[in-house]
């Protein structure tokens, strides 16, 4: 299956959440970007960009890459994924807040354990999926607190009280909480944890490995970065940054990237097109 989604960010939301993380001014983007105050304003709230903008000198002023920026104003999107490759993997998008999130699910083919990360708002859909497929849901692996990550949660321990809970949270009780070198096993799969800080102080990014037929490793990032853009950071922008250089690109290139808003993408699209990363 082929899977596209549109994207969490437009250029709009882009210019709007650097200039909160780098303090710029709309007057001072305007000027970088040599448009008038109107028509930057109406940039950033229609993504449209206007003609002779100075795309280069706006996105150096903004810390980001103006290029990158431009294409994705030029329409942009990250390859369609065929998430066949990983035939025990499913992704859950659920509304509510006037937003979509995503959840994920995925199992060992032979034992039909299953591991769910983050809910979304509706259990429904995935309790269904745990139905349909004969699954034994063990673990509950949740990449931050943010209330639409976590929403469906009670719904969910409702039907499965005994599953495990995984949790980067301080404020988790200690038998939720993460340690660097926890290693859970799923059957023959393999579900590792590296802190993605930065867009919330509790972000984790879980890596899922070993999987059939060597299919790539599978990271469910949270909102750590999303194709073509990042979860909102202010002023932990460097530590947003950082964590996901040293943590998410220092995985293979083909690693699936899982993010918790928007569609999937990999490490090299990301690499070589996400405009905050210059």
């Known amino acids: 299956m082929l899977c596209c ?76 994924v065929d998430t066949s490759v990983w035939c025990e993997f499913r992704m859950v998008t659920s509304e509510g807040d006037g937003m979509t999130v995503n959840a994920y699910l995925v199992w060992d083919e032979v034992t039909r354990e299953a591991a769910l990360f ?82 919330a102080e509790d972000g984790v990014t879980f890596v899922v490995g070993n999987w059939p037929s060597d299919a790539p490793f599978v990271a469910i990032v949270g909102d750590a970065i999303y194709a073509g853009s990042i979860g909102g950071a202010r002023e932990l922008l460097a530590l947003a940054r950082s964590k996901v250089r040293e943590q998410i690109f220092t995985l293979p290139g083909d690693t699936l990237i899982c993010p918790g808003h928007g569609p999937l993408t990999t490490v090299a699209q990301e690499k070589s097109d996400n405009p905050w990363f210059p």
């Open 118 to 199: 983050d809910t979304g708002f509706a259990a429904a859909p995935i309790l269904a999926l745990i139905e349909e497929n004969q699954l034994v849901l063990k673990h509950i692996f949740l990449t931050h607190s943010h209330a639409d990550h976590i929403a469906a949660l009670g719904d969910i321990r409702a039907k499965f009280p005994k599953t495990r809970i995984h949790s980067g949270s301080k404020a988790a009780p200690v038998d939720q909480r993460l340690r660097g070198n926890d290693c859970i096993t799923l059957g023959s799969l393999r579900v590792t944890n590296r802190d993605t800080p930065g867009h």
């Open 5 to 80: 989604v549109t994207l969490e960010d437009t250029i709009g939301d882009i210019l709007r959440k650097a200039r909160a993380s780098t303090q710029v001014t709309p007057e001072a983007a305007a000027k970088a970007a040599g448009l008038g105050l109107a028509a930057y304003t109406s940039l950033e709230e229609t993504a449209t960009l206007p003609a002779g903008t100075d795309v280069a000198a706006l996105g150096k002023l903004l810390t980001i890459d103006g290029a990158r920026l431009e294409r994705q104003a030029k329409g942009w999107r990250p390859a369609p």
